[in-house]
């Protein structure tokens, strides 16, 4: 199994990037796909990108397309979500989460259903 950590959050004005990395302990790390969440104060938690295990495949939720990049380094066990442009809608806490088994097709990555182990959250706050 995996123990998500998230770090990177803060405080940034519209327009603004920042880099959320999350740390996953666990050796097989590498045999685990993996996605971003998001919760914005009385919102449902939101779907935000996924990689896949290999980190070839790469899915993104269609309001931060083109803003939002996700890699993964897993000789270091950590994924990451680049965070370019930001908008005051995309304050949310940020979660990471890791998918054992998933079918490679966004519908799948998307669905928060599918993934077994998650982080805490950082908080990101995007000012206007």
């Known amino acids: 199994q995996v123990q998500p950590v998230e770090s990177g959050g803060g405080l940034v004005q519209a327009g603004g990037s920042l880099s959320l990395s999350c740390a996953a302990s666990?050796?097989?790390?590498?045999?685990?796909?993996m996605g971003w969440f998001r919760q914005a104060p009385g919102k449902e938690r939101e779907w935000v990108a996924s990689i896949s295990a290999l980190g070839d495949s790469r899915y993104y939720e269609r309001s931060v397309k083109g803003r939002f990049t996700i890699s993964r380094d897993n000789a270091k066990t950590t994924v990451y979500l680049q965070m370019n442009s930001l908008k005051p809608e995309d304050t949310a806490v940020y979660y990471c989460a890791a998918a054992s088994k998933i079918w490679p097709a966004v519908e799948y990555y998307s669905n928060s259903r599918y993934y077994d182990y998650w982080g805490q959250g950082t908080q990101v706050t995007v000012s206007s």
């Open positions: 666990g050796r097989t790390f590498s045999g685990y796909a």
